[in-house]
């Protein structure tokens, strides 16, 4: 087949070309410039330009072609704009989510030549068709399943999707970087904001909301402790960077509208919960006709709770889970399976 291969400089994606070079596939590599490298280079360097020779030296490595391709403007009026106007209304954001539905397997698929009938990436995930209808399905690695960040995608885009490395383990595919003897063999993963790179996550919001000055409160007590800088720089169930004495302090609630901040000694508001409604489906396939006897994911990793999903009408539902989390938190993105198919998912409200 004709292959559009995503690389990004990393060892899975690196893995995922040299594993369709070995089928016989035509190739093309596609760098996806993303990086707000030209706005935040008064921080410092940018680790897109060491991304960047390890995608050359991979593709030099393999004999197949790298193209980059400048994604910055179509990124920044999707994923960075959904970021920011999350963190100003106080809502915890997953720019991964839509970078997935709305860049790699969106904007690219519409700048490449129609003549790629796949386009492949590093992530964590297998696509079956059965009959016609693409499934989401989770790969044998619990911890580095991936298929949490792609919850969001369509049919139409699942039938170009390609994973090539879904059906290994980290550890397997760490392994398969060796045997290739592959230029970026060694190096860790990212972690972190897709597009920040090294920038510092205050940095990005103090950038683009500034300051905002207000009052830190005792719930209890209703004390003044403090002041801080805006209420967008801080999280619930946080306990570091309060510098406050007497502690530990623990954001427990934020009121937005008159920027205060409360704390407490006890993290009273982030107690653990069961039960929480969400919105803004995406189903992969069709809904399920019964919401009994499913998994949610409320984070990426490999914590799947049992759960059953209750509908209010055809937008909202009611998530109940067989356990109690601690950090369920409005903006979150809660992704439900049945056995190992990824079934779609929603928005906690």
């Not at 302090?249 to 006890?266: G, Q």
């Not at 601690?326 to 906690?348: E, H, M, P, R, T």
Request: proline residues 3%; hydrophobic residues 35%; contains cysteine.
């Amino acid at each position: 087949m004709k292959v559009a291969v995503l690389l990004s400089g990393g060892v899975d994606s690196s893995v995922a070309l040299r594993l369709l070079k070995e089928e016989g596939h035509n190739l093309t590599a596609f760098y996806l410039k993303i990086w707000l490298q030209d706005e935040f280079s008064f921080l410092g360097d940018c680790p897109w330009e060491e991304d960047l020779e390890f995608a050359h030296a991979v593709c030099k490595q393999a004999n197949v072609p790298l193209e980059i391709l400048n994604l910055q403007t179509e990124y920044w009026d999707t994923v960075v704009s959904y970021t920011i106007g999350e963190i100003k209304e106080g809502r915890t954001p997953n720019p991964d989510m839509y970078c997935n539905s709305l860049i790699k397997f969106g904007q690219f698929y519409d700048k490449i030549d129609s003549s790629f009938e796949k386009v492949a990436s590093g992530h964590y995930a297998k696509v079956e068709n059965l009959n016609g209808s693409y499934l989401l399905k989770t790969s044998p690695d619990p911890v580095k399943d991936q298929t949490y960040f792609l919850a969001y995608l369509t049919q139409q885009q699942l039938s170009r999707a390609f994973f090539p490395i879904g059906a290994f383990t980290k550890k397997e595919i760490r392994e398969l970087a060796h045997k290739y003897q592959l230029p970026n063999m060694e190096r860790k993963d990212s972690q972190g904001i897709c597009f920040l790179g090294q920038i510092k996550f205050n940095e990005f919001v103090k950038h683009h909301l500034g300051e905002l000055p207000g009052d830190i409160v005792d719930i209890e007590s209703n004390k003044l402790m403090g002041r801080h800088s805006g209420y967008y720089y801080y999280t619930i169930g946080q306990r570091s960077g309060l510098r406050l004495g007497g502690g530990p302090w623990y954001v427990v609630k934020k009121d937005i509208a008159n920027n205060t901040v409360y704390i407490s000694r006890e993290n009273v508001t982030n107690r653990a919960r069961s039960s929480f409604r969400v919105g803004k489906f995406n189903w992969i396939n069709e809904k399920p006709a019964e919401g009994k006897d499913l998994k949610v994911k409320i984070r990426h990793g490999a914590n799947l709770y049992n759960c059953t999903l209750s509908f209010e009408d055809n937008e909202n539902a009611v998530v109940r889970m067989n356990e109690s989390d601690q950090g369920i938190a409005a903006g979150q993105f809660a992704v439900f399976y049945k056995n190992d198919i990824c079934l779609g998912g929603s928005v906690i409200l």
